[in-house]
């Protein structure tokens, strides 16, 4: 059972803080969120859940397993992929969710546009200070609990 504290601790503190930053959107008032599941798993807003679980689980493999394990080598390149998507491919689909919209609000004569065309997500990427919160938070919650556990 040696290896069954480094595996809690690289398991359940990136998940715990992917949490407590999700719960913390409902806390900030220009998130505009209500308590609810679909909102519990909302994929926009301050601060970036993804980032906060991606940089938790890197900084908490880098502590358990070393900064020159494979652990943490692998947890830092799939960090980076995770907010490079957030930061650039989700935002902007975002955008085009939002000019989509738009569009066919403009065609609302044409009710086989409202029929088979949904209202698409506007919301679904992170700004540059969201996930900088994210990934903050992400590195204490795995550095609190790697002292506190240890």
Same mark, same amino acid.
């Given at each position: 059972m040696r290896y069954a504290?480094?595996?809690y601790q690289i398991l359940l503190l990136p998940i715990l803080a992917g949490f407590i930053t999700q719960i913390i959107k409902f806390l900030i008032k220009s998130?505009?969120?209500?308590?609810?599941f679909k909102n519990l798993l909302a994929y926009s807003g301050m601060p970036?859940?993804?980032? /906060?679980? *991606? =940089?938790?689980?890197?900084?908490?493999?880098?502590?358990?397993e070393g900064f020159h394990s494979p652990a943490f080598a692998v947890s830092a390149i799939l /960090?980076? *992929? =995770?907010?490079?998507?957030?930061?650039g491919i989700r935002r902007y689909l975002g955008q085009h969710g939002r000019i989509?919209?738009?569009?066919v609000k403009d065609l609302k004569d044409d009710q086989v546009l409202d029929e088979k065309y949904p209202h698409l997500l506007e919301k679904i990427g992170h700004t540059p200070a969201q996930v900088l919160v994210g990934s903050?938070?992400?590195?204490?919650?795995?550095l609190i609990?790697?002292?506190?556990?240890n």
């Open positions: 504290k480094p595996m998130n505009q969120q209500k308590f609810n970036s859940g993804h980032s /906060a679980l *991606i =940089v938790s689980l890197a900084t908490i493999a880098g502590l358990r /960090a980076i *992929i =995770v907010i490079r998507d957030a930061l989509l919209n738009v569009l903050l938070i992400g590195f204490f919650v795995s609990g790697f002292w506190i556990l």
